[in-house]
């Protein structure tokens, strides 16, 4: 069965583990013996609570998050935290300070811009966001109530492995697609907010991760299920959950806790991408990377070919031969690899050898 799964590459929804859809399926109708699908259960019953519970556990044993902290799962996607953000965070008289990396950057400001006063602590637009800024560009102003950054970009091929030391003023980072990646030190950032859709679980499930702290700044006057001391209180059971996006979730954090964990999975995410890594730089310019070396992502390989022409036939070939996904975003255009952690090692060893033949074939 595993045989018939595709090469997937795509940006998100991406691939989850071929163990997870597995396990899903067996316990697709009948749910421990329930008579029902974890689908159909009540969020108010023990037996979901317990999924619930469970998730959250796995996820602070997994990620090493300080035991006060809160783990939430909302709804709405990253792109709902954009504005929620600015809404509980950003005070009268303050400003929000953004770090600008990309498109999901540029996204998160614009509806803080719609909220409140910002500014923009560095931009690596100038370069079409090919690298993340060193740490001494970052200038931050006073009466600043938050730094945002995005911690991978998905759609440029760029990710942050030093984070800034913000002092007091609270770091919160977009880890959409590379939360779970690598090991991070939790205790740096005052949020940390995620899609489920690339290295978590399906799409439907947004995680955020705050420090307690964050509850007593944030405005009064916020709209109920827009606050996240509505969601705190109520361990995320204030409405309806997307309660079969966590019951997956869980099973992704279990998959994870069984690949070793956050060193594991970096050290295979560190292996996986130098596969491919190695053959643009070997390429002698028939492949050429997007991102500056010091900044290339681990999950998003983006590479362009010498001419439109040619990178169509890339994509027509790689299609035929069955991957994935290797479309290279609208907005950066070229060709662009996601490899995420359920994406297989054995996947990247293919496609890299698809890569080198079509160099030998067409260069
Ligand atoms: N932030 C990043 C870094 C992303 O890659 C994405 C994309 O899918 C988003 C935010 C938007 O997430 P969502 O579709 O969950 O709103």
Known sequence: KQAQRAYNFNAGPSALPFAVLEKAQ???VNFQGTGMSVMELSHRSATYEQVHNEAIASLKELMNIPEDYHVLFLQGGASTQFATIPMNFLAQGKKAGYIMTGSWSEKAHKEAKMLGETYVVASTKETNYNRIPALDELKYEDNTAYVHLTSNNTIFGTEWFTFPDTGDLPLIADMS???????????????IYAGAQKNLGPSGVTVVIL????????NANVPTMFRY?????????YNTPPTFGIYMLSLVLEWAKEQGGLEALAKMNKEKAALIYDVIDQSEGFYRGHAEKDSRSLMNITFRLASEELEKKFLAEAKEAGFVGLNGHRSVGGCRASIYNAVPYESCKVLSEFMKDFMKKNG
């Open 211 to 218: 420090r307690p702290d964050m509850l007593e700044r944030a």
């Open 26 to 28: 067996q316990e697709l």
């Open 229 to 237: 001391d509505t969601h705190v209180k109520n361990n995320s059971l």
């Open 177 to 191: 697609s590379d939360i779970l990646s690598h090991p991070i030190d939790v205790s740096k950032f005052a949020m």
